[in-house]
Every structure is written in C-alpha cells, then in structure tokens.
C-alpha cells in the first residue's frame, strides 16, 4: 500500500533525504546512479522509495559512476525523464559522458554533493569536483541550504527540458547532505502546476519509427558551430531562469527578493562585498550581522555558476571598493575558478579584487576566517591568500 505523499508541509529533514523526496514528487521515469561518499543517501532514498512501491521509476542499479551515466544518458536519448547523482571521483568517472551528455543536448539533471577529489584520499567537502568539469557544457546551480537545493532540482527539470541543456544541481557533501533543517517539499500537484509530465517534441528522440542520429561525427566544417550553438544557448539561459524561477515560486508558495542567479543581501552601499558559492553563504550570513559590520559589508551568494551571470555580477559588485572572492577550489597555477570569473566580469572597473581560498578538503570556515577576510579586503597586497 502506498504512502501518503509527501508534499507541502515543513519536516526536519536531512539534506539528501529532502533532495530524494523532491525527485519522487518529480516522477523521473528513469534513476540510475553508483554510490559514493556523500551522495549515496539520495540514491538509497530513491531505490527504498521504488521497492516500497512508492515510485513507478525504473531503478537501474550500475555497475560505476560511468555505466550509470551511459545508463541515464541513453534512456533520456530515447525520450524519458532522468535524474542521477554522484560526487567526487565517480563525478572524474564519469566525465566522458558528461561531455557527451551536454553535446548531445539532453535534458538531464544531476546532484552533484561536492567533494575534494584525490589525491590524498578525502572524502570531505570542497568544489574540486564539479570545478573539473564547469566547461562541460552543464548548466551549474549551487545551493546554500536543503530548501534552496529542493526548489532548484524544480527548476532544473524546467530549464533543461526547454532548452535541451543539462544540469547539475551542487550541494555540498556532508554540510548540506548529511545536516537536518526545515524544509518543504512541494507536492506532486503543485510541481506539475510548474512542471508538467514529460512529452519530448517528435524527432528530439529516438524512435524506429523515425530514425535520427545522436553524437554523429561531425569534421572541422561542422563541429565548431554545435559549440557556439550551446553557448550562445546556455547565455540565453540566463534570462530563462530568471523567469521560470519568478514563476516556480508563485506557482510552488515560496517568496524571495533574489532571481535565481544571484542573491544579495546587505546595505545598499557596502565598502566590501564578498562573493561564494554553496553552503559557506550561511556562515558569511551569519558573520556580517554583527553591529560591528553594520553599513559596511554585503554578501552577493551566486546561485546560477553557468552560465556565470556576468552582468548581474558586476551590478552588484559595483556597489562597493572591495571584492572578497570566497573559492573552495583552486586553479593549480592561477587562482580560484569564481576569482577568474569575477575578475573578468569586473576588468577596467577599479574595484579591489582579492581572492581567499577556504575549506579544501572539508577545512572548517569559521566566522573567525570570514572576519580576517573582511579585515584583508581591504588592503592592497597580494592577491591570493589561503585561510585556514
């Protein structure tokens, strides 16, 4: 006998547990995924939920991160909604297919609990992972909190099942998967308000009926136009999810001041804006509410990584003298990814610009370290610096 289903109400509810509820209420016809540290809760959830009988998914148990790719990419070529998770090394696995997946132009979402890859051998949280793969060609969210990660996989579906462009939803492994907050689920009525069932277009999918080819060879003559084509799709993704996610929220209960891309939060006209990505937002949040800070700092959370929303970015950084840039991954030689792109964003506008690099392999980022940051920011000497 099937369960109530889970749907509207606040429950205190682990990170992955929540992110699993979420894809049922979706209805994927489709999971598959391989286990690992710290995503597997969510593929546990999914599989109970279809031997309970709670789900009418398939459920394709692989035999690697890279089979399990191969899996869900073949079965949404054929026309069905997929979903699949994983982190880390299964995510270094399987990133031949990732490619293929996104030059294929298949609409499918992936978790992604962020993960320090090896070596040495760490299973702790840090953006190493998903950063070797922010080129792929996948449409990167990052969520700050389990409510946030529970409305994104919403939009994923709507995004990528518009545009042909995959996602990649990133929650950090252990802080977020593995923590309890309040969270609501939306019910399955109210998604397919927002999302409804999923009807791929004729000739967009595999069918003997009428034949089509996926991943051709394409030469030099050929080749370099799909490329241009999934850029200049994924920029025009940007004004897209900021209207679907305007949307998601009247149609799904939920209120917010931010557009999906970016959120700001802080006096109008700071001295310093920091800048990051994923659950440390909270801790920086938490930081810059002393008095002490009071009129003086802002914090901008980027939601939406690629496409980087640039203009966005660089309205609201001009706002203030100094940038903290806040990354949980290094560019070995350079700097941070987000440092990068914030710096290109802001070329010519003056402003300070320092990058800190925080947290690599699951390090605590203290409010401590978010106030030597704001006492550094300021001053004009190196760069880059490690806090720990």
Not at 38 to 45: C, G, K, N, R, S
Not at 96 to 121: D, F, K, Q, Y
Not at 289 to 310: A, E, H, V, W
Request: net charge positive; glycine share 6%; with cysteine.
């Amino acid at each position: 006998m099937k369960k109530k289903e889970v749907g509207q109400e606040k429950m205190m509810l682990e990170g992955s547990r929540a992110i699993a509820l979420v894809i049922g209420n979706i209805k994927p016809d489709v999971v598959s995924a391989y286990p690992i540290t710290p995503q597997t809760h969510i593929v546990e959830d999914l599989a109970k939920m279809k031997s309970d009988g709670e789900a009418d998914f398939e459920y394709l148990r692989a035999e690697s991160e890279f089979a399990a790719a191969s899996i869900v990419l073949g079965a949404s070529a054929a026309g069905a909604r997929v979903y699949s998770a994983t982190s880390s090394q299964g995510l270094l696995l399987m990133s031949e297919v990732v490619h293929n997946i996104a030059g294929m132009r298949l609409p499918i979402v992936m978790t992604c609990a962020n993960r320090a890859i090896s070596a040495p051998i760490n299973i702790w949280n840090d953006h190493s992972d998903v950063m070797s793969i922010k080129d792929a060609g996948f449409i990167q969210l990052f969520a700050s909190d389990s409510q946030e990660a529970v409305n994104q996989h919403v939009l994923a579906y709507k995004i990528a099942e518009k545009m042909n462009i995959p996602v990649m939803i990133n929650v950090d492994g252990f802080v977020l998967t593995h923590s309890y907050e309040p969270v609501i689920i939306p019910s399955r009525a109210k998604i397919k308000k927002f999302l409804p069932d999923y009807k791929p277009a004729a000739g967009t999918y595999l069918d003997p009926k009428n034949p089509m080819t996926f991943g051709a060879f394409f030469p030099p003559a050929y080749y370099m136009a799909t490329r241009q084509a999934l850029h200049e799709d994924m920029l025009s993704c940007l004004a897209l999810i900021k209207k679907e996610y305007a949307a998601m929220n009247k149609t799904l209960g939920f209120s917010g001041q931010d557009n999906g891309l970016v959120e700001y939060y802080g006096p109008k006209n700071p001295k310093t804006i920091i800048i990051a990505l994923g659950s440390v937002n909270g801790t920086i949040t938490e930081t810059i509410k002393d008095k002490k800070y009071s009129g003086q700092i802002g914090l901008l959370k980027i939601k939406t990584y690629r496409p980087f929303p640039r203009d966005e970015v660089k309205k609201m950084l001009s706002r203030a003298k100094n940038i903290a840039v806040i990354d949980r991954s290094i560019s070995f030689g350079q700097a941070g990814p987000l440092y990068n792109d914030v710096v290109e964003a802001m070329k010519n506008s003056g402003v300070n610009i320092k990058n800190y690099i925080v947290g690599l392999g699951g390090r605590d980022v203290t409010g401590k370290i978010i106030e030597k940051i704001i006492a550094d920011a300021e001053k004009k000497n190196e760069y880059l610096k490690f806090y720990a």
